[in-house]
């Protein structure tokens, strides 16, 4: 599509949005709507570097109840509720971000055919000492599933069971880099830091040997996958985005007025905005987990289904992937706006996406994520190369309030693949 026309149409978009009703604050995230611009000051960048410091000091003096053999329990708490046979292991993906060596921890469901080859085996050590990744093209395109903000592979048990025993192709997930128990990579944060995410990702898929592949996505990693494909699109063939951040555009939302703070509340806000958005949890120190269990039980709630009475071991996974040292975290920063809205939003992006590459939207109807950017670019692109769903009575995380409903769409859009 050339520029007069993307252009055109991202207007008629802007005219639309702005007609709409305004979003019910009662159901929305309040702190991702604002009409204030954003103020990057050196004062900002000064208490950026303090935040950084302060972190790191607290780690070495073990102010965080946290530790990589912590991190590794936490996740092997979820992992072990699958009932589905799986490998976890580390790829290394080579020297970067002044690192020699860097590790991105990979989770792999096995097909139904290895899983009866493991049964046949004398013993799991011949399986387990497997080479990672595929040895030779997938006859099925994999998916490759890549969690939002803030969390890690773990966020996915109450999907990869369903998911990988009903769509006959391999399922795999990964932490991303700086986040989880992947490397702890010291991002550039002056350069291309989306480049930089999309980079590691690129080497992962090469290490694995995966050809072309299925990307599904939740919020921050939908942004990703979304960014991966239109960098990469010869690699991509489906991406699935799941009530995805960075799409909408604050200049286009229609809900970029609805939220009018006191100044008291802005000012507070701009003050923050200089740490990393999960500084306070590792400033809590000892008293982090507890403020994790006490501030989102509604988290721990939705994923009974699978962990039952252990429910509470999915926030302290979620403690333990938040309380390290915070180098994804602030890369995601520098991506965002005050009050989370992307730099660099996706929606003028998505319109020159490769016509090899399909997309699939899974929303929550009680989400603070915007649906009209899904339903705009389906409408622009040629006709059913977008599908948008919604699923009723879910919010943001939609792979775990309906999380039945989820796995059957993407299901759905794993089978319009066409290999």
């Not at 709409?20 to 570097?49: F, K, M, N, W, Y």
């Not at 080479?131 to 997938?138: A, C, D, F, Q, R």
């Not at 399922?171 to 944060?189: C, E, H, K, M, W």
């Amino acid at each position: 599509m050339n520029n007069t026309g993307k252009n055109s149409l991202l207007e008629a978009f802007r005219r639309s949005s702005r007609n709409e009703v305004q979003a019910d604050p009662s159901t929305s995230d309040v702190g991702t709507h604002t009409s204030l611009q954003p103020c990057i000051s050196s004062d900002s960048r000064i208490a950026h570097s303090y935040s950084t410091v302060f972190t790191n000091i607290a780690s070495s003096l073990k102010w965080c109840p946290t530790s990589d053999q912590e991190l590794a329990k936490a996740e092997d708490d979820l992992l072990s509720r699958l009932s589905r046979p799986f490998k976890a292991y580390f790829v290394d993906i080579g020297s970067g971000w002044g690192f020699e060596s860097n590790k991105i921890r990979t989770l792999e469901m096995l097909t139904p055919e290895e899983e009866e080859r493991q049964k046949s085996s004398a013993s799991e050590k011949k399986l387990n000492s497997e080479k990672i990744g595929s040895t030779s093209p997938l006859v099925k395109q994999p998916l490759v599933m890549v969690h939002g903000f803030a969390a890690g592979l773990g966020t996915w048990i109450l999907n990869l069971d369903s998911i990988s025993s009903s769509i006959n192709r391999k399922v795999y997930a990964f932490d991303i880099l700086g986040f989880a128990r992947s490397t702890r990579a010291p991002f550039d944060l002056s350069g291309d830091v989306e480049g930089q995410f999309i980079d590691s990702i690129e080497k992962w898929r090469s290490k694995m040997n995966l050809d072309k592949v299925i990307l599904l996505g939740h919020s921050f990693g939908g942004y990703l996958c979304a960014s991966y494909a239109l960098k990469h699109p010869e690699r991509v063939s489906h991406v699935i985005l799941a009530d995805p951040w960075g799409i909408q555009d604050r200049q286009v939302s229609s809900n970029r007025n609805t939220y009018r703070f006191p100044i008291w509340v802005r000012v507070v806000n701009s003050i923050f905005q200089s740490f990393n958005p999960l500084a306070v949890l590792r400033a809590s120190g000892p008293y982090g987990p507890s403020l994790v269990q006490k501030f989102r039980p509604d988290l721990r709630e939705k994923f009974r289904p699978k962990l039952q009475d252990d429910c509470h071991k999915f926030l302290n996974y979620i403690y333990h992937c938040n309380a390290q040292i915070p180098t994804g975290e602030s890369a995601f920063k520098r991506l965002t706006l005050p009050y989370g809205w992307p730099k660099n939003p996706l929606i003028h992006r998505l319109l020159d996406l490769d016509d090899s590459v399909s997309l699939t939207f899974i929303y929550g109807s009680r989400s603070w994520i915007e649906k009209a950017p899904g339903e705009f670019l389906r409408d622009c692109m040629t006709p059913g190369r977008v599908t948008v769903n919604m699923i009723l009575n879910s919010g943001h995380h939609v792979y775990a309030d309906k999380y039945e409903e989820f796995n059957e769409l993407v299901q759905e859009a794993c089978a319009k693949v066409d290999d």
